[in-house]
């Protein structure tokens, strides 16, 4: 079975805090890698995704991955309550469909 | 643009009864899923098409149909509902221009409840 773990949280930071949300998936053959957001009662949307070993950047998000140890994680700087969300880690597995872990629900204090 | 599209947003069955549940894309993407959502079990697989004409089973496919009616129109069927497919239903579509970017694009979801 392949999986994709999280820790379903939540994860409390206070605003303007890094927020480090962790996967880690079963499959060696996954090649890539994903990052949703949820709101609740809303469906999922994609912010990141990431292929190479190290890190990718964007704003104020950045992506982890290293294969080797299986692990993807995704840190969110300058946190802010509007970033109080569930995020969904997924993996590309080699079948090419995405496995989805059950998420880390994030919230973040004023 | 409307994106993905799902039909209905809520629905309430009595165990045994049929339904289907409608999803339209008009983003031309090749690809359409179909995926449900529990709580604490994230987002799992049902069935999916990667082209007109084709589909396959996903994790949980079993009590469940599909039809891939033409590019724009992927539709999930619940023959005899039961009470464990009570939950939230997300029809996604893409366009993957590679392996690397398996961007999906979901509809706002129905929940579902089997009484």
């Known amino acids: 079975q392949k999986e994709v773990e999280q820790n379903s949280g939540p994860l409390s930071v206070p605003e303007g805090a890094i927020a480090s949300l962790n996967c880690t998936y079963s499959?060696?053959?996954?090649?890539?890698f994903f990052w949703y957001r949820q709101y609740s009662g809303k469906s999922p949307e994609l912010i990141m995704f990431i292929y190479s070993n190290g890190d990718k950047e964007d704003g104020r998000f950045t992506a982890q991955l290293n294969k080797a140890s299986q692990y993807v994680s995704l840190l969110i700087r300058d946190s802010q309550p509007s970033d109080s969300a569930t995020y969904l880690c997924a993996g590309l597995d080699s079948s090419y469909k995405l496995i989805f872990g059950s998420g880390t629900r994030l919230l973040v204090r004023p | 643009n409307a994106g993905v599209t799902q039909t209905p947003k809520f629905q309430v069955l009595k165990t045994g009864q049929s339904m289907t549940l409608q999803c339209a894309q008009d983003?031309?993407?090749?690809?359409m899923y179909w995926y449900r959502q529990d709580p604490g079990m994230g987002l799992r697989l049902i069935y999916y098409?990667?082209?007109?004409?084709?589909?396959d089973k996903g994790e949980v496919p079993n009590g469940y149909n599909v039809s891939r009616l033409n590019k724009r129109e992927f539709s999930l069927r619940l023959e005899s509902a039961a009470p464990s497919q009570t939950s939230v239903y997300f029809c996604?579509?893409?366009?993957?221009?590679?392996?690397?970017?398996?961007?999906?694009?979901f509809g706002s979801g129905t929940q579902l409840s089997v009484l």
């Open positions: 983003m031309n993407h090749n690809s």
């Open positions: 996604a579509s893409s366009d993957p221009s590679g392996v690397y970017n398996e961007k999906l694009f």
């Open positions: 499959d060696r053959g996954s090649q890539s």
């Open positions: 098409s990667a082209s007109e004409g084709t589909t």
